[in-house]
């Protein structure tokens, strides 16, 4: 049973830096896509990247091209987010989810079946 953890999330000004890691156990990542998700309060789950393990594609959602990164790291079977130049309107709870399908790159959250437990993210002043 493949489980992820993601880390890294916390307390940034505005125009700072964070970088997610999404790990995983229990699989090795080289058979999934892992996609990465966020939900502010009162808000729906917006999908906002995602990596194809097998080719390294990528995709992300308009609000954060330019600013953020997924990237990989097979040996540590970790997924990474780097996210610049962050707003407010970045704040949420950031979750990776993982689809059994290593070519799938599509934000679709329904299409993703193993998910984080989620992290916290607060760009405040």
């Known amino acids: 049973q493949l489980v992820l953890v993601e880390s890294g999330g916390g307390l940034v000004q505005p125009g700072g830096s964070l970088r997610l890691s999404c790990t995983a156990s229990g699989s090795t990542l080289d058979y999934y896509a892992i996609g990465w998700f966020r939900q502010a309060p009162g808000k729906e789950r917006e999908a906002i990247s995602s990596i194809s393990i097998s080719s390294g594609r990528t995709k992300y959602a308009d609000p954060v091209k330019g600013r953020f990164t997924v990237s990989r790291d097979n040996a540590k079977n970790t997924v990474y987010l780097q996210m610049n130049s962050l707003k407010p309107e970045d704040t949420a709870v950031y979750y990776c989810?993982?689809?059994?399908?290593?070519?799938?790159?599509?934000?679709?959250?329904?299409?993703?079946?193993?998910w984080g437990q989620g992290t916290q993210v607060t760009v405040s002043s």
């Open positions: 989810a993982a689809r059994a399908d290593s070519y799938y790159i599509e934000l679709n959250d329904a299409m993703y079946a193993y």
